[in-house]
């Protein structure tokens, strides 16, 4: 009888020591956190925070083993705040990303286990700096052009800081490269909702209106964007087109007429200025602003195919006239058209149009080789 009391004793002490052991590396555990915070706030090396960092977690690794400490909440909160840290921190890019995803599967189980929130100072600690790494990470596929990787890690990061704009920007981007139009239209929608000025967002938010036929909002996000970036080129550009696409010619010619006193040399807005004459029925003030687009670039194949258009316009107008010298008026205004259709051919050979407007000037004059070869040429094409 005395015997069994001495080996119970004996076992019962054993237990105690045992408890007491894994209890003690916890304690070593929970004193390294406190010397890693130290550590940040003296602002001392990584390789410093780093050796902190691994005999913290050579305590851990222990108190993982035993029965007990490895259910414990604190096993797993200073495990993923460790590790977390770590891979922020390690400039091996190998050992970073083994950190991150023991840190991913730590903070996890510290979760599941945390039911009183005993340990949410470390948990929210951790999943901070998961974030921070999650970003790089996420950054580091979005410069590879792995649009897929980083809009997976970079979405959930947004979605936590979604004030950050540069962040919400390339999230959109990502998704936008993966074709995952609406999700970049959301991203795109946050980074202008928290005062991102960059033109470039307003115009792929406009173009992403525009193949929803939401042409009204396309028009709205451009002026938006012209409000805080004015008389950028790309955006007017842009708000031009749209406004003419959707026959909103008031208020593209205003938007001309205001940029044009800005932009005296821009050839495009003198085109455009020129089409909506045009349109509007005014051919001789097209033809001014098609010979200013002209006299920028004389190259200008859109200008002078227009051009041409309104000479050839103008000479109709001509006939319904009862002027009596009517016939040379028509005929001199035809033979400018038939220049600037001359020189619009030399600069593209292959448009059809063009070839087609210079067959029937020819077929008018009654030119017959003409004729023939552009015939020949328009059944090439």
């Known amino acids: 009888m005395q015997n069994c009391f001495k080996i119970s004793l004996i076992a019962l002490t054993l237990v105690s020591f045992n408890a007491a052991a894994q209890k003690s590396q916890i304690l070593i555990a929970r004193n390294s956190v406190g010397k890693l915070q130290a550590s940040i706030a003296n602002k001392e090396d990584q390789k410093k925070q780093l050796a902190i960092i691994t005999d913290g977690l050579k305590s851990i690794e222990s108190a993982e083993k035993d029965s007990k400490t490895k259910n414990w909440t604190e096993t797993w909160s200073i495990k993923s705040y460790l590790t977390s840290f770590a891979a922020i921190i390690d400039t091996d890019q190998g050992n970073s990303n083994k950190y991150y995803d023991t840190a991913v599967e730590a903070v996890a189980k510290a979760k599941s286990l945390d039911r009183y929130n005993d340990n949410s100072g470390l948990i929210k600690a951790s999943d901070h700096n998961i974030l921070i790494k999650k970003q790089d990470k996420g950054n580091e596929a979005f410069f590879n052009n792995e649009f897929k990787e980083a809009f997976a890690d970079l979405k959930e990061v947004s979605n936590k800081f979604p004030a950050d704009t540069t962040l919400a920007l390339n999230t959109a981007i990502s998704a936008l490269n993966i074709q995952s139009y609406e999700e970049s239209l959301n991203y795109f929608k946050r980074a202008k909702e928290n005062g991102i000025k960059n033109p470039s967002v307003y115009q792929k938010m406009a173009q992403m209106y525009v193949v929803k036929s939401d042409y009204e909002t396309a028009i709205r996000t451009l002026e938006e964007g012209l409000v805080l970036n004015p008389f950028n080129r790309f955006l007017t550009n842009d708000y031009i087109n749209l406004l003419l696409d959707t026959e909103n010619y008031s208020k593209a010619t205003s938007l001309i007429e205001k940029n044009l006193q800005v932009e005296k040399g821009s050839k495009l807005?003198?085109?455009?200025?020129?089409?909506?004459?045009?349109?509007?029925?005014?051919?001789?003030?097209?033809?001014?602003?098609?010979?200013?687009?002209?006299?920028?670039?004389?190259?200008?194949?859109?200008?002078?195919?227009?051009?041409?258009?309104?000479?050839?316009?103008?000479?109709?107008?001509?006939?319904?006239?009862?002027?009596?010298?009517?016939?040379?008026?028509?005929?001199?205004?035809?033979?400018?058209?038939?220049?600037?259709?001359?020189?619009?051919?030399?600069?593209?050979?292959?448009?059809?149009?063009?070839?087609?407007?210079?067959?029937?000037?020819?077929?008018?004059?009654?030119?017959?080789?003409?004729?023939?070869?552009?015939?020949?040429?328009?059944?090439?094409?």
């Open 269 to 381: 807005l003198y085109f455009l200025y020129g089409y909506l004459q045009q349109v509007g029925g005014n051919n001789s003030t097209a033809i001014l602003a098609y010979d200013k687009a002209l006299a920028t670039d004389q190259n200008y194949f859109d200008a002078l195919y227009q051009l041409s258009i309104a000479y050839i316009n103008t000479a109709n107008e001509t006939l319904k006239k009862n002027d009596a010298d009517k016939a040379s008026k028509y005929n001199g205004l035809i033979n400018r058209a038939q220049f600037a259709l001359q020189r619009a051919n030399e600069i593209n050979p292959n448009d059809k149009k063009t070839v087609q407007l210079l067959l029937d000037i020819y077929t008018r004059k009654k030119a017959t080789d003409k004729v023939q070869e552009l015939s020949r040429k328009l059944q090439e094409l």
